[in-house]
């Protein structure tokens, strides 16, 4: 089989890239959103990005580097951002769609681990998991916050993860319909957990990488902002 090019296996076929939809939901990325977008477009054409309502430059970068750049008029949190870039994704046709943070924590080559079971029919739904894969850079503090939140999704979601609050997912079309995020703040990651639980779609854990630097880091979630997370998720809960 000599002169064949080697098939990369972190790319899915060029059809099958074209039916993915990327969506970012994006708040003050400016620093690392241009080099975010342009790595992902350079396999998959399809990228949403959402600006929740940036102070900074974030949505003339979007408008730059990819034709589907959204805007919240204001900071709906990242719930909303991502509710608004699935449903655009399925009115444009989308067969799969990926969740992926703007932040450079993330992996492209993890987009197609996601969505390969999907595609083979193993599953609707594939969600990251970093305890499964990698961390890079990761603090002890952030650690210990996130395997609490593993231990809170066990008791109160009744579903066995290794990692409650990724931001790597991947979702058939069909799967995608039947999300609804109606907690715009962080607790959707939780709101997503049971939707998908309760959801009769077959689900996965694959191993991702998640790569901390200063800039993600100084937005991610403090120990009293977990505790605000779950308050809000519990009442969200009580109210639906």
């Known amino acids: 089989m000599s002169g064949e090019t080697p098939k990369n296996p972190s790319s899915p076929p060029p059809e099958v890239a074209r039916d993915v939809f990327v969506v970012i939901a994006a708040y003050n990325e400016g620093p690392c959103l241009a ?13 949403v990005v959402v600006d ?17 750049a959204l805007r919240h008029a204001i900071n709906r949190g990242q719930g909303a951002a991502l509710q608004t870039g699935i449903e655009f994704s399925l009115r444009r046709g989308a067969r799969f769609v990926v969740t992926f943070d703007g932040d450079g924590q993330h992996r492209v080559e993890d987009i197609w681990a996601l969505v390969e079971p999907i595609h083979r029919g193993e599953c609707e739904i594939v969600l990251g998991s970093r305890f499964l894969g ?41 799967a995608a319909k ?17 939707q998908v639980a309760h959801s009769g779609l077959t689900f996965k854990e694959i191993p991702v990488q998640i790569r901390y630097t200063e800039h993600s880091l100084a937005k991610g979630q403090s120990s009293r902002g977990a505790l605000r997370i779950v308050f809000h998720y519990l009442v969200g809960r009580v109210m639906r």
């Open 35 to 47: 080099e975010v977008i342009q790595a992902v477009r350079a396999i998959y054409p399809h990228v």
């Open 178 to 194: 039947k999300i609804d995020i109606t907690l715009d703040r962080m607790a959707h990651a939780s709101e997503l957990i049971d």
């Open 52 to 68: 929740d309502g940036s102070s900074d430059e974030t949505h003339e970068i979007a408008k730059q580097h990819t034709g589907f």
């Open 134 to 174: 990698e961390t890079i850079d990761m603090p002890r503090s952030r650690r210990i916050t996130l395997q609490l939140a593993v231990l809170f999704t066990r008791a109160v979601n009744r579903v066995n993860l290794t990692d409650a609050h990724n931001g790597l997912r991947a979702f058939s079309r069909k």
